[in-house]
């Protein structure tokens, strides 16, 4: 009996042999390939969130930040639910590490789907200074306009300290407002809430993080 | 069917518009209808189904005569299961944006009726060469279908093919033509059905002819 | 109260708002093919319902337990015979696919066997489907679903047991309207003058077409209803007002803005 269920088997067991060692190099060869394509989502957005505003205030033109990526440290808080981005600009100089802002990553509902984002904060995360939709799902042509620049530019500038508004018509300068996606005015509010309640979150633990940096 | 079945090229000309896959057999309509959204992730697509296809149908006929009976459709599917993870990883690791897009369909090759049913029709019972013509012919078969469902939903919802933009341009005025809905799940389903009913319509008009010629 | 809020969304999500057949394009093989009557339709719906609930349930179990990355059961197995520091970083997340498909398949046939013996009026009614729907993407794909929220997502925010249960009961019942809805339509277009070519799967799809628009119009309802449940949304955003200076700015307190006119001149 042992025999027969062997006899009829083998074919299967030594199959099932083949291709588990198959995919055992499968995952050698390439899973720290596929490890740094989903870092790299997140990290190669970082240098343009943050560079607008700091690098022309550091060396008065626009910068090349180069070594943005490598020189970024992640720095968990909120009790290690969350990570910010620490963002740093290795200059010319080895030594000089330049702190050029924070990125933080915001989670929530939209319309269809969840919406991810990521959010850079200056310095003292006073001001945004980018915001770019790193996952989304929205109607196609209306609601997934929030990946254009011309919506994720609105936030450039905008104060932190205050929850930004949403509105359907153009907002008045300075008034901490941008102006919703005609016929998405759901998922643009989304964006909205998505963005204050990170960047308040992170606001919230930032003077805990400065004490543990000093 | 007979030992000796179809020869290799009739097996391969046979996929491609006789027995297409999707329009003929319609088989396989989970990816046609999911990821047609734009060309790019249509061929994407298609071209992990025709890897998976090809390994399988392989590895299939070399153990043709090894096989039990009852055990037959566990050795497809575990082949099968194997090559989709392969297929998968490779495009995490080398394609990781199409990955994203296409996400749970890559994983749903392994339920994907048309590579079951070649390594039951064909593959368990032909040679090496008779059973890759006949993956390449279904799977090209599979790639045209898949691409022209692709054609038609790209061109009327995003106005680009092959995302070169050809009748609009995204954030101008001319995206006021944009059908929205080609590009949401009802859009697909009523392409796929009007596709569908156009081939069968062609294929009746050559029978009618056909018919008038014999007369 | 959260927990039930969330049990609640994830139900009306999947049965109504991201239907699995509609929205998902899962399980389109049956839709097709069993549409015909609306018994038989039924039939199958009821028998996908019962088979999904039991898949998504073992696929729980067997990610949680044995195939995420560092999951106790693994680890335990491979601490027996290698270093702990190396068990512990065991990830059989690359053997899910082979898993899945082989638990679908067995559940299927342990179905099937368990119907025969106790059920037989049951097995009578769901015999001819049950074989049917390892095939079945729907089921596939509701495993990959339990899969995305227990692997994929920050550990305060991945699925227990019961939510993952709610996604493949609920995908089920979803799969039962969207069959039997489109069955009920198709018994009456047989009585319709449909153009010869598109007679058969060609009407189908046009028609599951117009039912999905039908459907898009659940697209938000799971967001209203969030509102609802956490209260408006305005004392959401009065709250974050309070919350954000008294919180913020007393303990550390910015010294001057210096790059305020910059980001100014961007912003016009």
């Keep these: 009996m042992k025999n027969s269920s062997l006899g009829q088997a083998w074919l299967v067991l030594l199959l099932s042999l083949a291709f588990g060692a198959a995919l055992a190099g499968v995952q050698v060869g390439w899973g720290p390939i596929i490890e740094q394509n989903k870092r790299n989502k997140t990290y190669d957005q970082i240098p343009r969130l ?41 200059g010319k100089d080895p030594a000089g590490k330049v702190h050029l802002g924070w990125v933080i990553k915001g989670k929530g509902n939209g319309y269809a789907d969840v919406i991810e984002v990521l959010i850079g904060l200056d310095r003292k995360a006073e001001r945004i200074t980018g915001m770019t939709v790193l996952f989304n799902n929205e109607t196609p042509g209306l609601g997934n306009k929030i990946t254009t620049e011309k919506f994720q530019g609105q936030f450039r500038g905008l104060d932190a300290a205050k929850p930004v508004g949403c509105e359907k018509s153009a907002p008045a300068p300075g008034a901490n407002r941008i102006q919703a996606i005609s016929g998405a005015t759901i998922s643009s509010e989304s964006v909205c809430n998505i963005v204050n309640q990170a960047v308040a979150g992170f606001r919230a633990q930032l003077p805990a993080l400065n004490k543990k940096d000093h | 069917m007979a030992k000796d079945g179809p020869t290799p090229l009739e097996r391969f000309l046979r996929g491609i518009i006789p027995e297409n896959p999707v329009f003929r057999q319609v088989l396989g309509t989970c990816p046609t209808l999911a990821i047609t959204g734009t060309v790019r992730q249509a061929i994407t697509m298609s071209a992990a189904v025709m890897f998976v296809l090809i390994c399988a149908n392989l590895i299939t006929s070399m153990i043709r005569n090894l096989l039990k009976p009852h055990l037959r459709i566990l050795v497809f599917t575990l082949t099968i299961a194997a090559f989709v993870t392969i297929a998968d990883k490779f495009l995490a690791a080398f394609v990781p944006d199409m990955s994203e897009k296409l996400g749970p369909y890559i994983p749903l090759i392994v339920v994907n009726c048309i590579i079951i049913c070649r390594c039951e029709v064909c593959a368990s019972k032909q040679g090496l060469a008779a059973s890759a013509a006949d993956a390449v012919g279904q799977g090209l078969g599979n790639t045209l279908a898949l691409v022209a469902m692709a054609t038609v939903r790209e061109l009327l919802g995003s106005g680009s093919w092959f995302d070169i933009p050809l009748f609009w341009k995204e954030g101008t005025a001319g995206e006021q033509f944009r059908w929205s809905i080609m590009n949401q799940p009802p859009g697909a389903f009523i392409t796929f059905g009007l596709l569908l009913g156009a081939v069968v319509w062609i294929d009746q008009l050559h029978q009618k002819r056909a018919a008038a010629a014999k007369r | 109260m959260e927990y039930l809020s969330q049990i609640v969304l994830i139900a009306i999500g999947a049965a109504l708002i991201n239907n699995f057949v509609l929205h998902y394009f899962v399980g389109i093989c049956p839709f097709i093919g069993v549409s015909r009557r609306v018994d038989m339709a039924f039939g199958m719906g009821a028998a996908v319902t019962f088979v999904i609930s039991i898949a998504a349930m073992l696929s729980w179990v067997l990610t949680y337990y044995v195939l995420q990355p560092g999951a106790p059961l693994a680890k335990w197995i491979a601490g027996l015979f290698l270093p702990a520091e190396i068990a512990a970083q065991v990830d059989l997340s690359v053997l899910t696919y082979i898993v899945y498909i082989f638990v679908i398949a067995s559940s299927v046939q342990f179905v099937e066997m368990y119907l025969r013996k106790f059920l037989p009026a049951l097995y009578k009614s769901f015999g001819v489907f049950l074989p049917l729907i390892t095939t079945n993407c729907a089921i596939l794909f509701a495993c990959l679903y339990v899969m995305k929220m227990v692997v994929g997502v920050e550990p305060a925010e991945q699925w227990g047991l019961v939510p993952s249960l709610t996604l493949a009961f609920f995908a089920g019942i979803g799969f039962t309207l969207a069959i039997v809805i489109m069955a009920g339509i198709r018994e009456e277009l047989d009585h319709c003058d449909v153009p010869a070519p598109l007679r058969g799967p060609g009407i189908t799809l046009i028609v599951s077409g117009i039912l999905a628009l039908a459907f898009l119009a659940f697209t938000g309802m799971d967001r209203k209803l969030e509102k609802m449940f956490k209260g408006d949304a305005p004392a959401v955003t009065a709250a974050q007002d309070a919350q954000v200076p008294t919180s913020a700015s007393p303990v550390w307190k910015p010294p001057a803005q210096t790059d305020s006119p910059d980001t100014d001149t961007q912003r016009q």
Aim: negative net charge.
């Design chain 1, 50 to 90: 943050v560079h607008d505003v700091e690098a022309v205030d550091l060396t008065g033109k626009p910068a090349k930040l180069s070594g943005v990526k490598e020189a970024t440290e992640e720095v968990p808080y909120d009790d290690g639910k969350s990570v910010a981005f620490k963002v740093f600009w290795q």
